[in-house]
């Protein structure tokens, strides 16, 4: 592709991305399972975290369109498209709880697809093995946000619960994947670092 097509592709990605509805390649894991009845305060409870786990997934794939448009070895840049591929799903799943629970997207979806495509390019830039090693530092700190979010969620939210299980099985392969691809483990004030900015995400679009 040419420079121009390239950039349409790009602005597509992104329109689909903060505008939706983005298509899921395989079906959502609370597809078979039955509605539940959630009180006002957990529907908002619940709706509040889908929320912050649809704008990690827009995060997530301008991370990896910034990061694979710099790379240097085309394996990574595979490796890269494979995994936004995994995260669409996500989004789309996230998407799709949210219309259920009577909510929308955080309003701050496009402001934080341009910093994460920037932070991806930034990483990229520095080399695979950084670039790398920056996915495996953020997929571990979705993990654990995941599994918080497990800890939290209305107990008798099983859709949203089902969901959150798969994306965190996705999430550690991904990290994992970028380990073995030649990331370079990213030292602790690094990534006490980005779980102050990922606290910051959170609690920016909770609400909003």
Not at 106 to 130: E, H, I, K, Q
Request: aromatic share 4%; glycine share 6%.
């Amino acid at each position: 592709m040419n420079f121009l097509d390239t950039m349409i592709g790009r602005a597509d990605r992104l329109l689909r991305t903060v505008a939706g509805p983005v298509p899921a390649q395989r079906p959502s894991p609370a597809k078979e399972l039955p509605p539940t009845h959630l009180d006002d305060d957990a529907r908002r409870h619940a709706a509040g975290l889908m929320r912050v786990n649809h704008t990690g997934e827009v995060c997530a794939q301008a991370l990896y369109e910034g990061q694979a448009m710099v790379a240097k070895a085309a394996h990574v840049r595979r490796a890269l498209r494979h995994a936004a591929a995994e995260e669409e799903d996500h989004l789309s799943w996230c998407e799709e709880r949210l219309r259920e629970l009577h909510a929308r997207p955080s309003v701050f979806n496009p402001l934080f697809y341009g910093a994460s495509f920037a932070m991806g390019a930034v990483t990229g830039l520095l080399g695979d093995r950084v670039s790398l090693g920056f996915v495996h530092a953020t997929e571990d700190r979705v993990v654990a946000h995941l599994e918080d979010h497990q800890r939290t969620l209305p107990e008798d939210d099983h859709r949203s619960r089902a969901i959150i299980e798969q994306m965190r099985e996705d999430e550690a392969e991904h990290g994992e994947a970028a380990l073995d691809l030649g990331g370079s483990p990213f030292p602790a004030p690094v990534r006490a670092l980005m779980a102050a900015s990922a606290k910051l995400m959170t609690e920016t679009t909770y609400r909003l």
